[in-house]
């Protein structure tokens, strides 16, 4: 029984050690690893957007970093691209 709960024990390591470093891997280190499971996971959660369902309102900064708008305030007069990403 004890050498059965020892593989059982090695597996479930080698597994963790192996999650652990995709991670790293995707979000480029194990430092950048810790804040996404530490920060960004616990608040993840699935929406209830479908396609061609309304836009949920939101304040957002324009583009010349001064002026603000709701997007309420921009549909139905021209299209409106909202592009969410880091361009640094």
Same mark, same amino acid.
């Given at each position: 029984? &004890?050498? @059965?709960? &020892?593989? $059982?024990?090695?597996? @479930?390591?080698?597994? =963790? =050690? %192996?999650? $652990? /470093? %995709?991670?790293?891997? =995707?979000?480029?280190? !194990? &430092?950048? %690893?810790? /804040?996404?499971?530490?920060?960004?996971? !616990?608040?993840? *959660?699935?929406? #209830? @957007?479908?396609? /061609?369902?309304?836009? !949920?309102? %939101?304040? =957002?900064?324009?583009?010349? /970093?001064?002026?603000? $708008?709701?997007?309420?305030? *921009?549909?139905?007069?021209? !299209?409106?691209?909202?592009? $969410?990403?880091?361009? #640094?």
């Amino acid at each position: 029984m &004890k050498r @059965l709960l &020892k593989w $059982f024990a090695g597996i @479930l390591a080698v597994l =963790l =050690l %192996a999650a $652990f /470093g %995709a991670l790293c891997y =995707l979000a480029g280190s !194990p &430092k950048d %690893a810790y /804040g996404m499971v530490r920060y960004a996971l !616990p608040h993840m *959660r699935r929406g #209830t @957007l479908q396609v /061609g369902s309304d836009a !949920p309102d %939101a304040r =957002l900064v324009a583009l010349d /970093g001064i002026n603000h $708008f709701h997007i309420r305030e *921009r549909l139905g007069r021209r !299209p409106l691209v909202l592009v $969410f990403g880091s361009f #640094t």
